[in-house]
């Protein structure tokens, strides 16, 4: 029996005409001579539907409209039998079949060869006996377990060994909120796996009451097919025969279905998760526009951005990080638009990931992935805007979400997109040019501002006498490098103070930190009022840009810059300045230039930065991004 086993599963030929009507035949003939009793024990299996069929009753009952669910149950089996006889060979190349009392099981792997794909089986020599792991071929790369072409756990056959295996690894019995349900549908033994708080109750029991009218004839050889095709009532079942992913699909939030005697489960998807209802960004609030954000759900957040891409071409690919969190990582993508070689960098260097796990989401994941070191200013941008995501996708950008995070990086992002808003484009086109280069002016102002000045407090001599009054006009007992650091130390601590005070008194610890800073400092001669002023002005450029990562860089450049001047006064400036000048230039973000479109300079480009361009003349996608498509609509458009 082994070698005619052997023998056919060693022509490929006839396995992939599985889907042709003559190598249909073919393959019920050869079936028929290799397994005589099996097709005897299919005509009586045959002559039995045909029998029940001859009764009618209850179809009858069923066509009328008055027949119950079993007569409803016995309609879809006649149906079901007639199905899966008209396609045996398919079906016995995924399930187990019956043969006299004794099941036999072909062993066999997913391969691929030359474009050829071979038929799938499995094999086991007796009920007690463990199945041989298989290789099974994943599509995308994985760090979890059994997910990157590593050989598969299989799932046990009984379902005692099923139990005690879900007491030793998960936690059954012991862990409140892990659930297995124990039920006999038509003579079969089911056990449902599921946790608590993450699957929904609503839709268990509601498959847990139409399973309840199952009868043992309704249950052919293949269980888990008729289970799977006719008797489970959900929108999303699929199957599963190995024990690592069919673990991480349950802690996702998936319910799993055992079938005693049967080593692939149903995986069926009926998540719950704890969501908050979309609300505006904190960080990105606009005047005009929608005020919907994302939230800490994977699924709701896709789903933001596919209600305003209705484009059959955006894809979402799935990934999973980290081998104790199995955190998912979706990275979205309009497939004619995206350069195919940024993608696949993104997809490997996220496969690449070899991590504990994410609980910090997406900033870990950049951490693992971009490796910038101590480089502080940020090599991708965050938005937490459905709508800001939506338009970096339809330039050819590439957005990663991670699961329990609110907020979707877009890559690749250079400065200058780092320093623009939403709100820019929800004006007219003059008045959104107005508000960039305001915007613009402060952010250089809170990085250039105060250094500047401190040399000219410290070398007078350097201002020309209509500037004279630029310098401070007294002195304080403490020099003024020292009150710049002081006062930047004060504004940090008063930021995270307002962080972590509780809402209603948010506002009064400001006004007493206000109060202190401003007005007793000064009287007590700590501070001079030219100190507070400028870090004031640096202040509010900092809150004016639009990057909470780039404006706490620049901060923290403009602490460098006041110790270079206060201990090398100009030489310490243009150092600095150039040095600073030189890390932007250097950097690149996913082989793209920080820098870009100021160096490389590039005229088209420049222009969009300096200039809110009206949306139809806005025609050509960035170069930075290399898109499959650079014309956003047809030259003729106006």
């Known amino acids: 029996m082994e070698a005619l086993l052997l023998e056919a599963s060693a022509d490929p030929g006839e396995r992939a005409s599985g889907n042709d009507d003559n190598g249909l035949d073919d393959h019920e003939a050869k079936y028929a001579d290799l397994f005589p009793e099996e097709e005897q024990g299919r005509e009586k299996d045959s002559d039995r539907s045909h029998d029940a069929a001859g009764s009618g009753r209850k179809y009858d009952a069923a066509q009328e409209g008055h027949g119950r669910s079993g007569a409803k149950f016995e309609d879809k089996e006649r149906f079901g039998r007639d199905d899966e006889e008209e396609g045996a060979s398919r079906v016995r190349g995924q399930g187990d ?57 299989p799932i046990p056959d009984k379902i005692e060994v099923f139990v005690e295996r879900l007491k030793d690894e998960v936690g059954y019995k012991t862990s409140f909120d892990v659930i297995v349900r124990q039920m006999t549908f038509g003579g079969k033994k089911t056990a449902f796996f599921m946790l608590n708080g993450l699957s929904n109750g609503l839709i268990m029991t509601e498959i847990l009451q139409r399973l309840s009218f199952l009868e043992s004839d309704n249950i052919s050889t293949h269980a888990v097919e008729s289970f799977m095709k006719l008797y489970v009532p959900a929108v999303q079942v699929e199957q599963e025969d190995d024990w690592t992913m069919m673990m991480t699909s349950v802690l996702s939030g998936s319910t799993g279905m055992y079938i005693d005697g049967e080593p692939t489960m149903l995986i069926v998807d009926a998540k719950s998760f704890p969501i908050r209802s979309p609300e505006e960004p904190a960080l990105e609030r606009v005047v005009r526009g929608s005020r919907d954000g994302f939230v800490e759900t994977l699924l709701m957040n896709v789903s933001l951005v596919r209600r305003r891409l209705r484009d059959p071409m955006l894809r979402y690919e799935i990934l999973r990080v980290g081998e104790r969190t199995r955190s998912d990582v979706c990275i979205a993508y309009i497939d004619d638009i ?82 623009q808003h939403a709100e820019e484009n929800r004006q007219t086109p003059f008045i959104g040019t107005y508000l960039r280069w305001v915007r613009f002016l402060g952010i250089m102002g809170s990085l250039l501002l105060v250094p500047l000045w401190l040399l000219f407090a410290l070398k007078p001599e350097m201002l020309p006498a209509a500037l004279s009054f630029i310098g401070p006009a007294k002195t304080s007992r403490l020099p003024i490098a020292i009150q710049f650091l002081l006062a930047e130390v004060g504004i940090d601590l008063m930021r995270m103070a307002a962080i972590h005070t509780p809402t209603p008194l948010a506002l009064a610890i400001s006004l007493v930190s206000a109060i202190l800073v401003g007005d007793i400092a000064v009287q007590t001669g700590l501070f001079i009022n030219e100190v507070i002023l400028y870090m004031a002005v640096a202040a509010v450029g900092m809150f004016a840009t639009p990057s909470y990562e780039l404006s706490l860089a620049n901060r923290v450049v403009r602490l460098l810059l006041i110790c270079l001047v206060a201990v090398f006064h100009v030489p310490g400036l243009v150092v600095g300045w150039t040095a600073v000048f030189l890390i932007l230039v250097m950097q690149r973000s996913f082989n793209r230039p920080y820098m870009w479109p100021f160096i490389p300079f590039d005229a088209r480009g420049m222009l969009k930065i300096l200039l809110r361009l009206p949306v139809m003349q806005n025609k050509k996608r960035p170069n930075l991004l290399r898109p499959q498509q650079s014309d956003k609509m047809p030259e003729s458009g106006s």
Request: hydrophobic letters at 35%.
């Open 97 to 153: 079949e019956e043969k006299g009392g004794s099941r036999v099981r072909a062993k066999g792997k997913a391969e691929q060869e030359a474009g050829s794909v071979h038929d799938q089986g499995k094999g086991e020599q007796g009920a007690d006996k463990s199945y041989v792991a298989m290789e099974k071929g994943r599509k995308g790369g994985h760090s979890a377990p059994g997910t990157n072409g590593e050989q598969v756990e």
């Open 338 to 419: 995206v350069d195919k070689k940024l993608l696949e960098a993104i997809r490997d260097k996220i496969s690449a990931v070899e991590i504990d796990g994410l609980p910090l989401a997406d900033k870990q994941l950049e951490e693992a992935t971009v490796k910038r070191g101590w480089n502080p200013y940020p090599l991708v941008r965050y938005s937490e805007r459905p709508d800001v995501v939506a338009a970096h996708l339809l330039d050819g950008n590439v957005a990663v979400f991670v699961d329990t995070s609110p907020s979707v990086m877009i890559l690749p992002t250079s400065f200058f997109d780092l320093v």
